[in-house]
């Protein structure tokens, strides 16, 4: 699996940007996705999960009620919507995925693949 990250930029304190992951291969629909970020000088983070269907979506504290994670298995795409953005946000913002069951999955180790990252900064 091949996955494609984009979307990332530079915007203000309080504004929006959403974040696409695209993925190869035709079994998109049956994998787990996440997505992740890593600020300079800090360990890598969970932001956000969605489980196969769409049914579960699971969030950090810090980014709930501002992000949404959401996918379209028809497109291959996976999607972060990133509202109300804080400086505390800057960081590159990586997606994954999983063929794994869903549990935990909230730890890195749990996925197999992973983008090669997008950065987002935002300014105070």
């Known amino acids: 699996v091949q996955l494609q990250a984009s979307g990332g930029g530079l915007v203000q304190a309080g504004g929006s940007l959403r974040l696409s992951c695209a993925a190869s291969g035709r079994t998109f629909s049956s994998y787990h996705m996440g997505w992740f970020r890593q600020a300079p000088g800090k360990e890598r983070e969970f932001v956000a999960a969605i489980i196969w269907d769409g049914t579960v979506t699971i969030y950090a504290d810090s980014v709930k009620g501002r992000f949404t994670i959401f996918r379209d298995n028809a497109k291959n795409t996976v999607y972060l919507q990133m509202n109300s953005l804080k400086p505390e946000d800057t960081a590159v913002y990586y997606c994954?995925?999983?063929?794994?069951?869903?549990?935990?999955?909230?730890?890195?180790?749990?996925?197999?693949?992973w983008g090669q990252g997008t950065q987002v900064t935002v300014s105070s």
């Open positions: 994954a995925a999983t063929s794994r069951p869903p549990t935990d999955l909230r730890r890195g180790a749990r996925y197999d693949w």
